[in-house]
């Protein structure tokens, strides 16, 4: 498979520098997270291969799906520590605590052109309407089913 994203696109988009055990383990979190893309929306490597706009896309999510884990191995989502009582509480992002590498609700529906998965299930429409079903993809196209 065509790789997108490389180690030096992690670290253009890191606020820190990043060691090389974080780049080298980014470098293969990098095909984990292209084949996770792509098994939830094949589509992508046709429209990467002829849209650069949509290839800058798909490298930006591919770095920020590594960039959650890399800098958070953790998968700490919140931590508190008391004073008085020495209280140290902290609680663990439930799709991290796994080590899970994940596309987000929002990346999925910038992948897949605006439409989601949904193939027009609970949609009401004009009665008698003739229109092809679809979705825009840009503002000058408009994708088909």
Do not use: H
Not at 71 to 77: A, I, K, T
Not at 83 to 110: C, H, K, N, Q, V
């Amino acid at each position: 498979m065509t790789q997108y994203a490389f180690p030096g696109d992690l670290q253009a988009r890191s606020f820190r520098t990043l060691t090389e055990q974080e780049l080298a383990t980014g470098a293969t979190l990098l095909d984990d997270a292209l084949s996770l893309i792509v098994a939830a929306v094949p589509s992508v490597v046709d429209r990467a291969a002829s849209d650069s706009v949509f290839r800058g896309l798909l490298v930006q999510i591919e770095c920020a799906m590594v960039l959650r884990v890399v800098n958070n191995p953790e998968g700490v989502r919140s931590r508190s520590k008391g004073i008085d009582d020495f209280t140290e509480s902290e609680t663990i992002d439930a799709s991290r605590s796994t080590g899970e590498l994940y596309l987000s609700d929002a990346e999925l529906l910038r992948l897949s052109g605006g439409s989601g998965s949904a193939s027009g299930a609970f949609t009401i429409g004009p009665r008698g309407s003739r229109e092809p079903a679809g979705w825009w993809v840009t503002p000058d196209r408009w994708g088909q089913s």
